[in-house]
């Protein structure tokens, strides 16, 4: 049997190709030899062996080189490499591994070991005779038609590793998912020509995020009809009681056509976890159209590649829940001390104990007001790791803007009267009345004002602006508010990560002052929560002044 398989021996060594040659031959192998990476090649497409012996270390085309063309080559991929060399580094044995060598030996190893170790691996892999035919290149095929081969697969190996890297460099967002999934469906329209994009996104039980980009106008209620598809497919969760984030790329989308228009799925991809389905992608048209076996390979590619970071995210979600949970045990710790600090100054303070000094009674105000700072700051971790977490629920009730925002004002009529500040009111209340979450609203308004207060100068004028925008076949009534100042301004390498935690302004505000850095988290997370989004615009006019806005959507009121 064995005069009939055949050995490929590449080694620039002639030396040690002939000492492998006669131990080969003995044990009655055919056995054909090249000097280098390349000349391999033209040998196994000319005439492809049974089994590919060869060093590593050669001029023009390494062994490992070799080894992955010829594996990530589906005419070669079935043949069984075995690469020899002096290297016996682990960091070379890994390389070998992920080059695709089938075994990995050190050149000092003893003729009859190598000639073993190759009757061992052709035990475990059967001859296949199709691999004796030669490949479509021709009978002998000239040296340009190999180079082109291998140009295409180089090729092929390169582009599946600019979107391997594209996709895995998405861990870097997990704690915003909003980016991930808009650089996601931002990715997919660089790879493949698509109307719209949808991606649902399933953190834990309890959780999922529905993504879509519009990169043309769609058909009314395609958002509508997109989801229920998507939900239903896979058995991903439709149930109410899942709490769905819904995201909309880009941010001003684009007109929908008539309500006759149709929509068409392009392809559809499942990102898989064993059995599970932690989420799916889907591509959309306006004209039905298939996609190329290409491009259907690619986007499997990106569905493999983004169930790594699905999964980071799925870990993600379950550490901050434990987070949480840590969390809200410690808090409520400190919080009973503290609570009993600050009771036990108050009654000091206000002499029940006897009376005080001047200065006792500056030192007791003092240790009131770091009693106080403790127990904001205390609240804000609490109130923050429950929103990351997915444990923060909303109760939305109707209510009118302009009362809750007038409300919330009066709980900061203090900091502004120290400084003068005017709070002017625009359209709060012309809106009617919507149905959200007033409590949380409130505090996400307590901190823009707060901030807007804090870095606006003496005298300084701060305007609360707030709009009704109408629901559209494909989209319901949206709630905007602008809260501007005429402070200094935020500079732009600061705006990035404004929204993260524990960021602070750095700036040359007269009268600012310190905070915990966690105001602004607390209000993407609230605004997000409500299915909406939170930005910054600065400076406004003359390098001064910022606006921060939100958006949120409006359900429909129950009467």
Same mark, same amino acid.
């Given at each position: 049997?064995? !005069?009939?398989?055949?050995?490929?021996?590449?080694?620039?060594?002639?030396?040690?190709?002939?000492?492998?040659?006669?131990?080969?031959?003995?044990?009655?192998?055919?056995?054909?030899?090249?000097?280098?990476?390349?000349?391999?090649?033209?040998?196994?497409?000319?005439?492809?062996? &049974?089994?590919?012996?060869?060093?590593?270390?050669?001029?023009?085309?390494?062994?490992?080189?070799?080894?992955?063309?010829?594996?990530?080559?589906?005419?070669?991929?079935?043949?069984?490499?075995?690469?020899?060399?002096?290297?016996?580094?682990?960091?070379?044995?890994?390389?070998?591994?992920?080059?695709?060598?089938?075994?990995?030996?050190?050149?000092?190893?003893?003729?009859?070991?190598?000639?073993?170790?190759?009757?061992?691996?052709?035990?475990?892999?059967?001859?296949?005779?199709?691999?004796?035919?030669?490949?479509?290149?021709?009978?002998?095929?000239?040296?340009?038609?190999?180079?082109?081969?291998?140009?295409?697969?180089?090729? +092929?190996?390169?582009?599946?590793?600019?979107?391997?890297?594209?996709?895995?460099?998405?861990?870097?967002?997990?704690?915003?998912?909003?980016?991930?999934?808009?650089?996601?469906?931002?990715?997919?329209?660089?790879?493949?020509?698509?109307?719209?994009?949808?991606?649902?996104?399933?953190?834990?039980?309890?959780?999922?995020?529905?993504?879509?980009?519009?990169?043309?106008?769609?058909?009314?209620?395609?958002?509508?009809?997109?989801?229920?598809?998507?939900?239903?497919?896979?058995?991903?969760?439709?149930?109410?009681?899942?709490?769905?984030?819904?995201?909309?790329?880009?941010?001003?989308?684009?007109?929908?056509?008539?309500?006759?228009?149709?929509?068409?799925?392009?392809?559809?991809?499942?990102?898989?976890?064993?059995?599970?389905?932690?989420?799916?992608?889907?591509?959309?048209?306006?004209?039905?159209?298939?996609?190329?076996?290409?491009?259907?390979?690619?986007?499997?590619?990106?569905?493999?590649?983004? +169930?790594?970071?699905?999964?980071?995210?799925? !870990?993600?979600?379950?550490?901050?829940?434990?987070?949480?949970?840590?969390?809200?045990?410690?808090?409520?710790?400190?919080?009973?001390?503290?609570?009993?600090?600050?009771?036990?100054?108050?009654?000091?303070?206000?002499?029940?104990?006897?009376?005080?000094?001047?200065?006792?009674?500056?030192?007791?105000?003092?240790?009131?007001?770091?009693?106080? +700072?403790?127990?904001?700051?205390?609240?804000?971790?609490? &109130?923050?790791?429950?929103?990351?977490?997915?444990?923060?629920?909303?109760?939305?009730?109707?209510?009118?803007?302009?009362?809750?925002?007038?409300?919330?004002?009066?709980?900061?009529?203090?900091?502004?009267?120290?400084?003068?500040?005017?709070?002017?009111?625009?359209?709060?209340?012309?809106?009617?009345?919507?149905?959200?979450?007033?409590?949380?609203?409130?505090?996400?308004?307590?901190?823009?004002?707060?901030?807007?207060?804090?870095?606006?100068?003496?005298?300084?004028?701060?305007?609360?602006?707030?709009?009704?925008?109408?629901?559209?076949?494909?989209?319901?009534?949206?709630?905007?508010?602008?809260?501007?100042?005429?402070?200094?301004?935020?500079?732009?390498?600061?705006?990035?990560?404004?929204?993260?935690?524990?960021?602070?302004?750095?700036? !040359?505000?007269?009268?600012?002052?310190?905070?915990?850095?966690?105001?602004?988290?607390?209000?993407?997370?609230?605004?997000?929560?409500?299915?909406?989004?939170?930005?910054?615009?600065?400076?406004?006019?003359?390098?001064?002044?910022?606006?921060?806005?939100?958006?949120?959507?409006?359900?429909?009121?129950?009467?």
């Amino acid at each position: 049997m064995k !005069k009939n398989l055949s050995i490929l021996v590449v080694d620039d060594s002639p030396t040690q190709v002939a000492i492998l040659r006669d131990a080969l031959e003995d044990k009655g192998f055919q056995v054909e030899t090249a000097a280098d990476g390349i000349e391999a090649m033209e040998k196994v497409y000319q005439n492809p062996p &049974h089994l590919v012996l060869s060093d590593i270390i050669m001029p023009e085309l390494n062994g490992y080189h070799l080894c992955r063309l010829l594996k990530n080559d589906p005419a070669t991929a079935q043949i069984p490499i075995i690469l020899l060399t002096h290297l016996s580094e682990q960091h070379d044995r890994f390389w070998g591994k992920n080059a695709g060598a089938d075994l990995y030996l050190e050149k000092a190893s003893p003729s009859s070991q190598i000639v073993a170790a190759i009757e061992t691996l052709l035990a475990r892999h059967p001859v296949v005779e199709t691999r004796r035919k030669r490949i479509v290149l021709g009978a002998n095929p000239p040296r340009k038609d190999i180079q082109a081969r291998l140009t295409t697969i180089l090729d +092929r190996l390169l582009y599946e590793s600019t979107i391997s890297n594209e996709i895995l460099k998405l861990t870097s967002l997990a704690q915003d998912v909003r980016a991930l999934c808009g650089e996601l469906l931002k990715f997919l329209g660089a790879i493949c020509r698509h109307d719209a994009a949808g991606l649902l996104l399933r953190q834990s039980p309890e959780r999922q995020t529905l993504a879509f980009c519009l990169n043309a106008p769609m058909p009314a209620q395609f958002i509508t009809q997109a989801q229920d598809l998507m939900t239903a497919h896979g058995g991903l969760s439709g149930d109410p009681a899942t709490r769905t984030s819904l995201f909309l790329f880009p941010e001003e989308s684009l007109p929908t056509q008539d309500e006759q228009g149709e929509f068409h799925v392009l392809h559809a991809v499942e990102v898989k976890n064993g059995d599970e389905i932690p989420a799916l992608i889907y591509l959309f048209t306006r004209v039905p159209r298939e996609v190329s076996p290409g491009i259907a390979q690619a986007l499997q590619l990106v569905a493999d590649r983004f +169930r790594i970071v699905a999964g980071y995210l799925c !870990k993600l979600t379950e550490i901050e829940e434990v987070k949480a949970d840590f969390i809200s045990m410690l808090v409520h710790d400190l919080r009973s001390p503290l609570t009993s600090i600050r009771g036990f100054s108050d009654v000091l303070v206000q002499g029940m104990l006897g009376p005080l000094s001047d200065e006792q009674k500056e030192a007791l105000e003092n240790i009131q007001g770091g009693s106080n +700072r403790l127990l904001a700051l205390i609240e804000d971790i609490l &109130h923050l790791s429950k929103l990351e977490a997915g444990k923060m629920e909303i109760h939305p009730a109707p209510f009118q803007f302009g009362e809750m925002a007038r409300r919330t004002f009066q709980d900061l009529a203090a900091l502004f009267l120290e400084k003068d500040l005017h709070l002017h009111y625009e359209n709060c209340d012309a809106l009617p009345i919507i149905l959200a979450d007033e409590q949380q609203l409130s505090r996400v308004l307590t901190n823009l004002l707060t901030n807007a207060a804090k870095f606006s100068p003496r005298g300084a004028n701060i305007t609360l602006a707030a709009q009704y925008i109408d629901p559209t076949p494909d989209s319901p009534a949206t709630l905007r508010v602008d809260v501007s100042d005429t402070g200094p301004g935020i500079p732009t390498d600061q705006q990035k990560d404004l929204f993260a935690r524990y960021q602070q302004v750095h700036g !040359k505000g007269a009268g600012s002052r310190k905070g915990t850095g966690l105001g602004l988290a607390i209000c993407k997370e609230i605004v997000h929560v409500h299915g909406g989004r939170i930005w910054v615009e600065s400076p406004l006019r003359d390098g001064a002044g910022s606006r921060f806005s939100f958006t949120i959507p409006l359900p429909e009121l129950p009467f």
